[in-house]
């Protein structure tokens, strides 16, 4: 069955899309550039997948529970420094961005590790330690007085924050690859489940078939509030703004659901590549910008109107091999994931959870397919790499995962599961009227009002090589901005201009964000470290978690009505 490719701009008609402010002034434009918006606009599949959550039955709501024990921490693993401490952790693996809370220091033991830290936040001393029964530990995000994370497998904790004693817990499946998001008295997170494998014919609409659940609970509890069927994985975290609730999916759609209820308000695919950032009247988020087919990758930022879900620009366009999956499967940041991922039992490599990066052989028999498994599922926004539907049934054994994870790499590059769990792309930050975004290889600053391009600062390094983006996502550190980058340099940049202002070398690569709080960096490394730099600067502070908030929603001023 052929699939649709989702409709995207091409370059001359981007270009006009991206200047609307000359358009508004120029009607002679007008028509342009609402022909070049209707082709960058996506495919609306709303309906369909109302028509998924009306016909396909949930799964039961019943999670078993996960189990935390006290765990032994070596105090000669921490050590001083002269601007601050690193703590070393055993794992020795990605250590996702840590988070501050009440004076305590959050973080996860690292990708290939079943165990969760918490320290003093001032001078590194281990307040408590934990092993879990699941690997690979996300960000914490604090509530009331417990923290909140996901594991890779397969574990949804809320612990304790002063003790690390488990409030509950809920196996939701493998893997999860997003962390929560709190807001109320709710937290949010999405997870792998399998629908009947003998759905009726009509259960599934059109292109659509459900792979994965998000969910509400109450974060005290743990008690189920609302699920909603969608067609892919998370990408980095869902996002509260005000009542709504925000996410793109790995395979590039754009969700918004009701936060209280669940109604579903937009589902719209736009090869997204970030997590989405809602201020005001407008959500930003990063797109693929190229072609079907095209030769070269191609990546913008967009802004679009929350009420209507009209584009309003597309900027920033530029080539992207950062997304280019021919590019990633044979970059550094692949070919070091796997060797992160077989602590945690995870074979098979880019794209493949023991499938290889091929969900299927290559060389399959053609005109077969997989028992159990409609043509529907293999469908993502644009599909130039995954076997035709008439080789799956030669595979043995059929990996839905893997395929999952082609689908995703087909949208952002990457296929890896630790690599798809360490994502954030080129997400921008928004503060003062601007996004800010490391788009691969440069730090980008845009007008949010016009998408006008206010400056550019190139990013040393080789994309191709090293593969992913060369720094993180911006935050913000008092008036500034504060990246970090895969060479291990903690860079405090002036906003207004993009011009570095102070370094600090962490002393090995970096790919996860910092967070800084009362003039502490803090950020871990792919190594293993838990870095804290003391500037000596109070004002460097307010981003102490991922995302800034709870929410997650990456920006500066909070949404009318945030939690």
């Known amino acids: 069955m052929a699939h649709p490719a989702l409709a995207i701009c091409t370059a001359a008609t981007l270009l006009i899309a991206a200047s609307l402010s000359l358009a508004a002034q120029d009607p002679a434009l007008s028509g342009e550039r609402e022909a070049a918006e209707a082709e960058l606009q996506g495919e609306d599949v709303l309906d369909k997948l109302r028509t998924v959550n009306a016909r396909v039955e949930l799964p039961p709501a019943e999670f078993a529970a996960g189990h935390v024990e006290p765990l032994e921490f070596g105090a000669d693993r921490v050590s001083r420094t002269d601007n601050g401490f690193v703590i070393q952790l055993p794992s020795e693996s990605p250590i996702p961005t840590p988070t501050v809370y009440d004076g305590r ?27 879990l029964d699941d690997d690979g530990p996300s960000s914490a995000t604090p509530f009331e ?30 893997p999860l690859l997003s962390m929560p998001a709190v807001a109320g008295r709710e937290v949010f997170a999405v997870y792998p489940a399998t629908p009947d494998e003998d759905l009726p014919e009509d259960a599934v609409d059109g292109n659509i078939a459900p792979s994965h659940i998000v969910a509400a609970f109450d974060a005290a509890t743990g008690k189920l509030r609302w699920r909603r069927w969608i067609d892919s994985d998370c990408m980095t975290t869902p996002v509260v703004a005000g009542d709504d609730l925000y996410l793109t999916s790995l395979t590039g759609t754009l969700y918004r659901f009701g936060r209280k209820d669940g109604a579903m308000r937009l589902a719209e695919r736009v090869r997204a590549t970030s997590a989405p950032v809602a201020v005001g009247e407008r959500v930003y988020l990063g797109r693929r910008a190229d072609d079907p087919g095209a030769a070269e990758v191609m990546e913008c930022i967009t802004a679009q109107d929350r009420a209507t879900n009209a ?14 999956q021919a590019v990633q499967r044979e970059a550094a940041f692949s070919q070091q994931a796997e060797e992160f991922e077989a602590p945690n039992a995870i074979g098979g490599g880019f794209g493949g959870s023991g499938g290889g990066f091929f969900s299927v052989p290559p060389d399959a028999a053609e005109g077969t397919q997989a028992d159990g498994v409609s043509d529907e599922s293999v469908a993502p926004a644009k599909q130039t790499a995954v076997p035709a539907d008439e080789v799956l049934e030669e595979a043995a054994p059929f990996d839905a995962l ?22 954030h792309g ?47 996502p911006p935050i913000a550190a ?86």
């Open 105 to 131: 220091l959050y973080v996860s033991g690292g990708f290939s590790s079943e165990e969760y830290y918490c320290f003093d936040a001032q001078c590194g001393k281990l307040e408590w330690a934990v092993q």
């Open 145 to 174: 007085d417990s923290i909140l994370f996901s594991c890779e497998s397969c574990t949804l904790f809320a612990l304790d924050a002063k003790s690390g004693a488990m409030r509950w817990s809920h196996w939701l499946g493998d």
């Open 311 to 324: 584009l309003q620009y597309a900027a920033a366009r530029h080539a992207a091999p950062y997304l280019d």
């Open 402 to 423: 893997a395929v999952k994870q082609l689908q995703a790499a087909d949208v952002i590059g990457l296929g890896n599961v630790s690599t798809l769990q360490a994502f």
């Open 426 to 472: 080129s997400r921008p930050l928004s503060r003062d009227g601007r996004l800010f975004s490391c788009m691969g290889d440069r730090l980008v600053c845009l007008n949010a009002d016009s998408g006008e391009v206010l400056w550019t600062v190139p990013l040393e390094g080789d994309l191709r090589q090293a593969g992913g983006h060369l720094a993180t």
């Open 478 to 563: 008092g008036n500034h901005l504060l990246i970090a980058t895969i060479t291990g340099q903690l860079r405090l940049i002036d906003p207004s201009s993009g011009r570095t202002e102070r370094t600090w070398d962490v002393g090995s690569p970096v790919r996860f964000p910092p967070v800084v709080d009362a003039g502490r960096i803090f950020v871990g490394t792919q190594d293993g470290k838990l870095v804290c730099i003391e500037t000596g600067d109070a004002g460097l502070t307010g981003w102490s978690m991922p995302g800034g908030d709870p929410g997650h929603n990456n920006s500066v001023t909070k949404d009318a009505n945030q939690p």
